[in-house]
């Protein structure tokens, strides 16, 4: 009978012991993704406002697509300038771009701006939680409805 008890206890206290460690270890409650887009930006006709005029679409949208993201994922956007005569910048509005400056997307500052057919990769982390917006840096192109949203 001594014996049992005393090999229940053991049980016991290895259970206990096992408890312990497991609570002891984290465990991420979300794992961090790569959301990777392409955009092709050009210029269409729209009538954002009722009267059709010419915009900048991200793939044929304008506001752009809506980023969907959560902290800790890295953003990737490889954007291709199909404006004929025009640069194009993003910048990343909110995003404080630790450790990745050259995706910042001030144009002249950060990173040269997207000549007309070439292609750039914006890679950044989401640092924080938040609702973000994303608009061109590069002459009036914001005003032109190059801009999103990003949450
Ligand atoms: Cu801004």
């Given at each position: 009978m001594v014996e049992l008890l005393q090999r229940n206890g053991c049980i016991l206290k290895l259970f206990l012991a096992l408890f312990l460690f497991l609570s002891l270890v984290e465990v991420p409650a979300v794992e961090a993704r790569i959301r990777h887009y392409k955009w092709e930006v050009k210029y269409e006709y729209k009538s954002p406002d009722c009267f059709k005029k010419l915009v900048i679409t991200i793939n044929g949208r304008s506001p752009g697509p809506t980023i969907l993201a959560q902290q800790g994922d890295t953003i990737i956007v490889e954007l291709?300038?199909?404006?004929?005569?025009e640069n194009v910048a993003i910048h990343w509005h909110g995003i404080r771009q630790i450790g990745t400056p050259?995706?910042?997307?001030?144009?002249?500052v950060t990173q040269c701006p997207i000549v007309p057919g070439d292609t750039f990769k914006y890679q950044f982390v989401v640092d924080r939680p938040g609702t973000y917006l994303y608009h061109a840096h590069y002459g009036m192109q914001r005003e032109a409805g190059l801009y999103g949203s990003s949450v």
């Open positions: 291709t300038n199909s404006l004929w005569t050259w995706s910042d997307g001030s144009e002249g």
